[in-house]
């Protein structure tokens, strides 16, 4: 089965300038997860998704970051405006069912790097 | 929510076993215990879950004991491959399974 694909695999901005991140799940995965991961760090969960809905954003900087998941399939994270300490891997993941016992198969991730 | 709690690093040689512990003493009863594994530049990678019983797959073996307040992780035949950051998370506190990633432990293969 092809994997979560994730694009672009690099983006170098300016801060204060915006960005995009692209998410293309599984097919027929209804949980999708946006991590964070500082260098160093372990991923840290942004947001989760249940099919189109919404079911964890407690940890998403919400006057900067934003993301939707359309029709349930892709979703996109997007960052307006960048900070300096926006620069790490942003990861996504889906999975079958709820992360509880459903295991996350994860994206190759974006690399931002905010100058 | 507590994290688990890992060494920051381990050691092996290749061809030999590798236990990996993790510590989980606030886990419910309702919490799976979930290691994944990050090579550099890349993912995390599933390895393998449980809830209370021992597990197996064709990557590694997971005890859990008893208390459930614990678990490890073994490799059987650790290969240069192996080396990576393993992550034993805690899968709960939320009825959808909120993931936490903690600092995970650095393990070293030694050939």
């Known amino acids: 089965e092809a994997g979560v694909a994730q694009s672009p695999r690099y983006k170098i901005i300016e801060k204060r300038q915006s960005v995009a991140f692209w998410c293309n799940p599984i097919?027929?995965?209804?949980?999708l997860y946006w991590y964070q991961q500082i260098l160093g760090q372990g991923p840290k969960l942004l947001i989760q998704f249940q099919n189109n809905g919404v079911v964890d954003d407690s940890q998403l900087p919400k006057d900067r970051f934003s993301a939707e998941r359309l029709k349930g399939v892709d979703s996109t994270l997007k960052i307006q405006p960048a900070k300096l300490e926006d620069s790490a891997v942003y990861l996504c993941?889906?999975?079958?069912?709820?992360?509880?016992?459903?295991?996350?198969?994860f994206g190759n991730g974006t690399r931002l790097t905010v100058t | 929510d507590a994290k688990t709690t890992q060494p920051n690093s381990m050691e092996s040689n290749e061809e030999e076993p590798v236990h990996l512990p993790c510590n989980h003493s606030?886990?419910?009863?309702?919490?799976?215990i979930h290691w994944y594994r990050q090579l550099p530049s890349q993912g995390p990678e599933y390895v393998i879950h449980?809830?209370?019983s021992n597990v197996n797959n064709r990557m590694a073996s997971l005890a859990i004991a008893e208390d459930r307040k614990s678990s490890t992780l073994i490799l059987h035949r650790a290969t240069l491959r192996d080396a990576a950051v393993y992550y034993c998370i805690k899968a709960g506190g939320t009825s959808y399974g909120k993931l936490t990633f903690g600092q995970g432990t650095i393990l070293t293969v030694h050939p």
């Open positions: 993941a889906s999975s079958l069912g709820r992360g509880r016992r459903s295991p996350l198969h």
């Open positions: 097919s027929g995965h209804a949980t």
């Open positions: 449980g809830l209370t």
């Open positions: 606030t886990i419910s009863g309702t919490d799976y």
